[in-house]
């Protein structure tokens, strides 16, 4: 998982999380919590961008190089097939999901697809599916930390110069650290 991948990762995360803490209420509507919100759609998304990435590599298999311009083609077919299972699993929980959130379930798997599949096409299936699956895992995780992080700044003392998205940066970025020493320990690597 290079750095670029690691960024997009940080920073669906962080249009995430804002989203949600931004989040309007309705009248009479009670309001869950942005942890619980957080979780849900993190789950959500890493479900939808999954099945975008084997939807789009199985009709890749079926229909193979069928010519063209594959520097246009590919990214429109993953943007496409994401496209299309976060829509559909939208159709299935859009009764549970709030409006602002259903943006976010349409564009994040889209978003998440584009920068971790077209970096990684140019290597063979299994290094392929062991990256990618590694780097959603890694995106998934990362997120249900950082959303018990925040829940529990909630009641902390923080100075206001820090509060908001500083702060959101610096727990990505402790979290990050962290998550590199594992991959020291593992893969005889820092970053």
């Known amino acids: 998982m290079n750095l670029t991948m ?35 759609l993190t789950c959500l998304i890493t479900s939808a961008t999954l099945g975008g990435t084997a939807l789009f590599w199985g009709i890749d298999l079926i229909f ?34 709030a409006r602002a959130l259903q943006s976010c379930l349409l564009l994040m798997p889209m978003l998440l697809n584009l920068a971790l599949v077209l970096g990684l096409l140019s290597e063979g299936k299994s290094e392929f599916w062991y990256t990618y699956l590694f780097s959603l895992l890694f995106f998934f995780v990362v997120s249900l930390f950082s959303a018990g992080i925040l829940e529990r700044l ?13 702060i959101q940066l610096t727990v990505l970025m402790l979290i990050f650290l962290s998550l590199s020493f594992f991959k020291g320990v593992f893969f005889d690597e820092l970053f």
Do not use: D, E, H, Y
Request: with cysteine.
């Open 154 to 166: 909630k009641i902390a003392p923080i100075p206001p110069l820090l509060q908001g998205f500083p």
């Open 6 to 40: 690691r960024l997009v990762c940080f920073f669906t995360i962080l249009l995430l999380q804002s989203v949600i803490t931004n989040m309007p209420v309705k009248i009479g509507q009670t309001k869950t919590t942005p942890f619980s919100s957080q979780v849900q």
């Open 64 to 97: 193979g190089n069928t010519g063209g311009n594959k520097v246009v083609l590919l990214p429109f077919l993953v943007g496409l097939m994401s496209f299309v299972v976060s829509f559909s699993v939208l159709l299935l929980v859009k009764k549970r999901l």
